[in-house]
């Protein structure tokens, strides 16, 4: 195993030989985990989604990468181009760390259109000589051909009096033709904040101050914002980190949620009702979100986490980024369902309808590992129910209803190998109505569940022998009536 010094954690890209690069491809084509419709790193490791935009008739999708082994290290944007959100072109690295002010990584950032043209407003981070920290706000223009042109010098170039160096993620939007970013901070009393800038003309940024919520104290950092507005509801994103878990909420390493209500974008005033989680599953971090063709509000994840060891790292490679989701906000409520062209990639639907109970029933013959699973639940006699995926004899991917509580587990304990540095092997949520419907996606190493047509989502990586393929469904006691349809997912172009 390589040990990972800081030097070689920042080693460019650009300056290690081909064939250690081509190794290292080649040990990462052959991992057993490799994901078929969902967008991964070519080696290396993938972190959050950046620079999402739908312009001139593109998607463009970007994500933080560090090409040389499965660690964060020097970061660069990977950059993917796609007609319709499920099929992408791999362009390649595109902002790299070649400036002094990014010499320590091209850090998160989004996209943005300005006079016709594509722009990215992201981090550029720095380490001084006694590796503290430095960061400035960049901004770079898109050309024609997919080439950027950073701007020469930072657009903000220091956090203000009173803040941290803990200062990244810039989100750029618009409003009245006047371009605000939103930035995540952390003020000197080690309290993560958002700080909002504006300008006219995308080269001078002028502080307008810290957006005021409810939260005061709420964690340490608050990385990644993101606003917009949603069917009425204002609603701003976040993903503090130092909040204590709490029953079933704020589980994982560190939290990504919403805070939804009014915001007044003059008196940085935000009104809003508490704080909740995005996704109730093992790994999801870091989202951002941008309209697509139709206006329609999509989000797409880091299907990971920092500071976890995963059974792909092994491999040379870690994490991939989440289908995309619509989201839209339904009688005061959040919803999240997968985007409709995913059903582009359904071949052989399956059905079958029939009761479960306590003796195990199994949706058979059946063998893939990339499928989509509906499951309506069309009558509930039952106090548990039990789902699982990807069994085999020694393993199995456990989904639990509990009728009374109208809590869904996750149980990913005999699911394969486990990732290292979690908490525990279950992740639940409380549903809102009762089940009703699970919408579920298994590509190779991970599984989405939506629960109720996009009441509550859980994300989660599951590192899974080949051979377990199976599907079954049980009760605790009592019966239920279900119909499943189980469509493979076949990505053919990508
Ligand atoms: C979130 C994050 C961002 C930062 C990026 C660096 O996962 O820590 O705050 O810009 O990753 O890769």
Not at 323 to 331: A, D, K, N, Q, Y
Not at 385 to 414: C, G, H, M, P, W
């Amino acid at each position: 195993m390589t040990e990972w010094t800081r030097e070689k954690r920042y080693q460019r890209y650009e300056e290690v030989d081909q064939q250690t690069i081509d190794i290292l491809t080649d040990q990462v084509e052959k991992s057993k985990y490799r994901q078929t419709f969902h967008i991964q790193p070519k080696t290396g490791l993938l972190n959050d989604p950046n620079g999402l935009i739908y312009f001139n008739g593109v998607y463009y999708v970007s994500h933080q990468w560090f090409p040389l082994g499965p660690v964060h290290g020097l970061k660069y944007w990977y950059t993917y181009t796609s007609k319709d959100l499920i099929h992408f072109n791999a362009e390649g690295p595109s902002l790299k760390p070649d400036t002094r002010d990014d010499s320590h990584g091209v850090y998160s950032g989004s996209a943005f259109e300005y006079n016709g043209n594509l722009y990215y407003m992201y981090t550029a981070n720095h380490r001084d000589d006694d590796w503290n920290r430095i960061s400035t706000q960049h901004i770079a223009k898109v050309n024609h051909d997919g080439s950027v042109e950073k701007f020469p010098k930072a657009v903000i170039s220091a956090p203000p009096e009173g803040y941290t160096q803990h200062f990244r993620d810039p989100k750029v939007f618009t409003k009245d033709g006047v371009f605000y970013a939103i930035i995540a901070a952390q003020n000197d009393l080690e309290q993560g904040r958002i700080l909002q800038y504006y300008s006219t003309d995308i080269v001078n940024w002028e502080l307008q101050g810290e957006i005021q919520t409810n939260l005061e104290a709420f964690g340490y950092m608050w990385e990644c914002p993101d606003y917009f507005d949603l069917d009425g509801h204002d609603l701003m994103l976040f993903c503090p980190q130092g909040i204590e878990p709490s029953g079933e909420q704020f589980r994982n390493i560190y939290q990504s949620g919403y805070i939804m209500g009014q915001y007044d974008l003059n008196q940085l005033k935000m009104n809003h009702a508490d704080f909740h989680e995005l996704d109730y599953g093992f790994d999801f971090y870091a989202p951002q979100t941008f309209l697509d063709e139709n206006g329609q509000r999509i989000l797409i994840g880091w299907m990971g986490l920092p500071e976890i060891n995963y059974p792909s790292d092994k491999d040379g490679w870690a994490h991939c980024l989440t289908i995309p989701r619509v989201l839209s906000v339904e009688e005061g409520n959040l919803k999240q369902r997968p985007i409709k062209a995913l059903e582009q990639l359904r071949t052989n639907k399956e059905t079958a309808l029939g009761y479960a109970n306590k003796f195990t029933r199994q949706l058979h013959p059946y063998d893939g590992k990339q499928y989509e699973l509906i499951i309506d639940i069309l009558e509930n006699e039952a106090t548990e129910i039990y789902f699982e995926v990807r069994t085999s004899k020694s393993q199995t991917t456990l989904i639990t209803y509990n009728t009374r509580a109208k809590k869904v587990t996750l149980d990913r304990s005999e699911s394969g190998k486990l990732p290292e540095h979690v908490d525990g092997a279950t992740r639940s949520t409380y549903l809102d109505t009762p089940l009703s419907n699970l919408q579920i996606f298994i590509d190779t190493s991970s599984i989405e569940i939506f629960c109720n047509n996009g009441e509550r989502v859980m994300t989660s990586r599951i590192f899974t022998d080949d051979d377990a393929t199976g599907i079954k469904a049980s009760t605790e006691s009592g019966q239920v009536y279900l119909r499943f349809t189980k469509y493979d997912l076949k990505d053919d172009e990508g």
